[in-house]
Nanobody
Framework: QVQLVESGGGLVQAGGSLRLACVAA????????MGWFRQAPGKEREFVAA????????DYPDSVKGRFTISRDNAKNTVYLQMAGLKPEDTAVYYC?????????????????WGQGTEVTVSS
């Protein structure tokens, strides 16, 4: 079992930045590919970023590429999502997730554990 706790969400103006963090407890953090997804009201949960267990591979959809950066610190059991150039359409609940995969994946079915989410609101 892996327990994930996100933090860092909040209200920010368009163009601003936020850094989300997710701390993992339980089984060896470094075994897991880590990801971030988001879900806006009335919409499906969508992929935002993922990073391999070593940190050597990352993946982003076009909607956030160049604005968001995922990173991890295996010594601290923590994964981060640095978000810059935020837009109102980035408003959503952001979820941290972990999966036993060698490489980053984009679908919710590739991940085994989920946090409770942290809310990000971007005002125009």
């Amino acid at each position: 079992q892996v327990q994930l706790v996100e933090s860092g969400g909040g209200l920010v103006q368009a163009g601003g930045s936020l850094r989300l963090a997710c701390v993992a407890a339980g089984r060896a953090f470094s075994w897991y590919t880590m990801g971030w997804f988001r879900q806006a009201p009335g919409k499906e949960r969508e992929f935002v970023a993922a990073i391999s267990w070593s940190g050597g591979s990352t993946d982003y959809p076009d909607s956030v590429k160049g604005r968001f950066t995922i990173s991890r610190d295996n010594a601290k059991n923590t994964v981060y999502l640095q978000m810059a150039g935020l837009k109102p359409e980035d408003t959503a609940v952001y979820y941290c997730t972990a999966g036993r995969r060698e490489q980053p994946r984009r679908t919710i079915y590739d991940y085994d554990y989920w946090g409770q989410g942290t809310e990000v609101t971007v005002s125009s």
